[in-house]
């Protein structure tokens, strides 16, 4: 006789467990056991990972940016790093046949640091570097940045003015499949057959406005600079996301230890009624039966109570390590030194503080060069076809093609041991193992510009009689005397007239 279904069922779901739980796979991460029941993770597309979660990221994160003061150094950090002081410098590198075409390459660097240096915000708010800034910082916090190229922009002499605009406004849930010649939308982003975004659907308006619409923007008006950490993935998730949490807990932490604390250093305790004591009850008792922790009052205690202070121990001996526990964990999902995110030097040694300053400069080159290429080499490309168009700058072939030849020189950074490495450059070089070029690139310095400086320093110092080693040059020697250096056998003269030239 046939068992009931429902028994057949359960033998067969138990027989299917048993086998899973006999077998063992070749990889320990893909086991299934009691162990990694609570370990939850799900095949999905990057789209369908953040598409959900994407304005929560990004709001959480632009809050931490805001209140928590770590990621708000980090944020410090990032720009001050790749973008510097002096912000990324452009350098033409266009030839002539096989020799530099130095007219082209002047004119080129003269017209880019004049639009680069005035306005170039359709607000006229913001200068190149400035703009630069907020861009890499919008990148870092909200994942992304979009940047409108307004071409034959009136406000702007050179005929090239940049609009930030908002990630709020690109609308992550506006989705359209594709059908027949019409282009998929995916998180407001309209991309074409091949996954090439095409444009942009933008919101006219913030969300708090009643009545908007969308508009949209093409792409080659549009650029969207974001990292992706998977292959077709749409949209920018923000850089803060592995530490959004113990950088929200630690922020908690430390303020309920500084409530504690302060509790603590106010007086507080309980009043407690004696046992031989024929005093009456407190709440017949016109005094308050209460008392406030304040610093530096006190308080007559109720006739027949005694006062018992409570002394909360705050903060705990525990402290110190865990906030510096959860602080390397920030550090770590930063990509940055602990020390320097933390602003802590306490017992770090000079050679651990170059190793990893070392690493963390590769770090920074690296997004440098990720900023060049997703934002300063398309940006180059549209300033030079409207500069041509405008007249701006002028060059004798109007083919942008002529003139792509250029490099943008980040910042770099000054030798940790300026004596050691500066004796290793030159053996370098001597040796024939290195370049002046390519020692001076490493500290965001250009050959060309130190050339020039030396050779302006070099006539300042002949037509002031100097030479850039301190001795009076050979034309402005006074005469010495040379009886009294004879009749002496001394060189005391010489002596001070160097003397003299060195102070």
């Known amino acids: 006789m046939k068992r009931p279904l429902h028994q057949r069922l359960s033998r067969a779901i138990q027989l299917a467990w048993r086998e899973i739980r006999g077998q063992r796979g070749a990889f320990d991460g893909a086991g299934v056991h009691r162990l990694l029941l609570d370990w939850i993770a799900q095949a999905r597309s990057a789209d369908d990972e953040i598409r959900g979660d994407l304005r929560l990221l990004r709001a959480r994160a632009r809050e931490l940016g805001r209140n928590n003061s770590y990621v708000k150094r980090y944020f410090r950090l990032l720009v001050n790093n790749v973008i510097g002081p002096m912000g990324i410098k452009l350098q033409a590198?266009?030839?002539?046949?096989?020799?530099?075409?130095?007219?082209?390459n002047t004119a080129i660097d003269a017209a880019w640091n004049a639009w680069a240096n005035s306005p170039v915000t359709v607000d006229g708010k913001l200068t190149l570097r400035r703009f630069e800034k907020l861009v890499l910082k919008t990148v870092a916090c909200d994942g992304e940045a979009f940047v409108r190229l307004w071409r034959g922009f009136e406000g702007n002499p050179h005929g090239l003015a940049l609009q930030a605009i908002d990630a709020d406004l690109i609308d992550e849930t506006f989705n359209r499949p594709r059908r027949g010649t019409q282009n998929e939308i995916r998180m407001g982003v309209e991309i074409d057959a091949i996954g090439r975004a095409v444009g942009y659907w933008v919101w006219n308006a913030v969300g708090t406005d009643l009545v908007r619409e969308r508009y949209f923007v093409s792409a080659n008006e549009m650029l969207h600079l974001y990292d992706p950490e998977r292959v077709n993935q749409t949209r920018g998730v923000t850089w803060v996301h592995a530490v959004m949490v113990p950088a929200h807990m630690l922020n908690a932490y430390e303020e309920s230890e500084a409530v504690a604390a302060r509790i603590g250093a106010s007086k507080m305790g309980l009043f407690e009624k004696r046992a031989d004591s024929l005093a009456g009850d407190l709440s017949s008792d016109p005094r308050p039966a209460t008392m406030e922790a304040n610093p530096g009052t006190f308080e007559i205690v109720p006739?027949?109570?005694?006062?018992?202070?409570?002394?909360?121990?705050?903060?705990?001996?525990?402290?110190?390590?865990?906030?510096?526990?959860?602080?390397?964990?920030?550090?770590?999902?930063?990509?940055?030194?602990?020390?320097?995110?933390?602003?802590?030097?306490?017992?770090?040694?000079?050679?651990?503080?170059?190793?990893?300053?070392?690493?963390?400069?590769?770090?920074?080159?690296?997004?440098?060069?990720?900023?060049?290429?997703?934002?300063?080499?398309?940006?180059?490309?549209?300033?030079?076809?409207?500069?041509?168009?405008?007249?701006?700058?002028?060059?004798?072939?109007?083919?942008?093609?002529?003139?792509?030849?250029?490099?943008?020189?980040?910042?770099?950074?000054?030798?940790?041991?300026?004596?050691?490495?500066?004796?290793?450059?030159?053996?370098?070089?001597?040796?024939?193992?290195?370049?002046?070029?390519?020692?001076?690139?490493?500290?965001?310095?250009?050959?060309?510009?130190?050339?020039?400086?030396?050779?302006?320093?070099?006539?300042?110092?002949?037509?002031?009689?100097?030479?850039?080693?301190?001795?009076?040059?050979?034309?402005?020697?006074?005469?010495?005397?040379?009886?009294?250096?004879?009749?002496?056998?001394?060189?005391?003269?010489?002596?001070?007239?160097?003397?003299?030239?060195?102070?």
Do not use: C
């Open 93 to 104: 590198q266009v030839w002539a046949g096989d020799q530099p075409d130095t007219k082209a």
């Open 303 to 503: 006739d027949g109570y005694e006062f018992k202070a409570w002394e909360p121990d705050h903060p705990t001996a525990q402290f110190p390590a865990f906030i510096k526990q959860m602080l390397r964990k920030i550090a770590s999902g930063f990509s940055v030194f602990y020390n320097v995110l933390a602003n802590d030097a306490e017992g770090v040694s000079y050679s651990t503080m170059r190793s990893f300053a070392l690493v963390e400069r590769d770090d920074w080159r690296s997004i440098q060069q990720d900023f060049i290429d997703m934002w300063r080499r398309p940006l180059y490309t549209a300033w030079l076809g409207m500069a041509l168009l405008t007249g701006s700058l002028k060059l004798p072939s109007r083919d942008p093609a002529r003139y792509m030849a250029v490099r943008h020189r980040p910042r770099g950074w000054q030798w940790i041991d300026p004596e050691k490495e500066a004796r290793a450059a030159v053996i370098s070089i001597q040796n024939g193992l290195g370049t002046r070029t390519g020692f001076l690139a490493e500290k965001g310095e250009d050959i060309e510009d130190v050339f020039a400086e030396l050779a302006r320093e070099k006539a300042l110092a002949e037509e002031y009689g100097i030479s850039v080693s301190g001795e009076v040059a050979a034309s402005q020697k006074e005469p010495e005397d040379e009886t009294d250096d004879v009749a002496s056998g001394d060189d005391t003269g010489k002596k001070s007239v160097s003397a003299h030239v060195a102070r």
